[in-house]
T-cell receptor
Framework: TQLLEQSPQFLSIQEGENLTVYCNSS?????LQWYRQEPGEGPVLLVT?????EVKKLKRLTFQFGDARKDSSLHITAAQPGDTGLYLCTRVPTFGRGTSLIVHP | DTAVSQTPKYLVTQMGNDKSIKCEQNLGHDTMYWYKQDSKKFLKIMFSYNNKELIINETVPNRFSPKSPDKAHLNLHINSLELGDSAVYFCASSQDFNGYGYTFGSGTRLTVV
């Protein structure tokens, strides 16, 4: 089973701040997905990245896949309380341990 | 119209009991999964079925038995429940076994007392 390291584990910020979370592996991904999980719900797919160096944007969220396809990052610009949740990266069927984000109003 | 539905949402039971969790998807997906999320929010794959055939069977106690009567349903039966089985169990589906784009159910919170 491929190990996925996510960092930081916890992040508590004020509304309007920017943040970046990371997902790393020692192995090459054929593809990688990011999910967000809100309390009491199942994870919801945000994006799939496939090509090394790929950048995808989803409103204020920017996802980047490393050139070597061993790592990925998620950058959130001007975070809002609605961004609060657990952010998970996955190389199916293995999930990372997640970054728990709290955005304070 | 719920895409992946699990029942029940909450389950409180005593040690030693046998219980089942049901999952149904109406997305026409071929592959379904069971995941366990522990108290630290770690999501761990338990089982996966593709068109009713078992394709992933991780190291899980044999007290856990999945059953897929058809490709739209994947149920989880647990025998002789233990305290350590307390967790949130998620069912998910994907179009095929490549797993691109899971759709998760909203989870079943199992508490063993």
């Amino acid at each position: 089973t491929q190990l996925l390291e996510q960092s930081p584990q916890f992040l508590s910020i004020q509304e309007g701040e920017n943040l970046t979370v990371y997902c790393n592996s020692s192995s090459v991904f054929s593809s990688l997905q990011w999910y967000r999980q809100e309390p009491g719900e199942g994870p919801v797919l945000l994006v799939t990245v496939v090509t090394g160096g790929e950048v995808k944007k989803l409103k204020r969220l920017t996802f980047q896949f490393g050139d070597a396809r061993k790592d990925s990052s998620l950058h959130i610009t001007a975070a809002q309380p609605g961004d609060t949740g657990l952010y998970l990266c996955t190389r199916v069927p293995t999930f990372g341990r997640g970054t728990s984000l709290i955005v304070h109003p | 119209d719920t895409a992946v539905s699990q029942t029940p949402k909450y389950l409180v039971t005593q040690m030693g009991n046998d219980k089942s969790i049901k999952c149904e998807q109406n997305l026409g997906h071929d592959t379904m999964y069971w995941y366990k999320q522990d108290s630290k929010k770690f999501l761990k794959i338990m089982f996966s079925y593709n068109n009713k055939e078992l394709i992933i069977n991780e190291t899980v106690p044999n007290r856990f038995s999945p059953k897929s009567p058809d490709k739209a349903h994947l149920n989880l039966h647990i025998n002789s429940l233990e305290l350590g089985d307390s967790a949130v169990y998620f069912c998910a589906s994907s179009q095929d076994f490549n797993g691109y784009g899971y759709t998760f159910g909203s989870g079943t919170r199992l508490t063993v007392v």
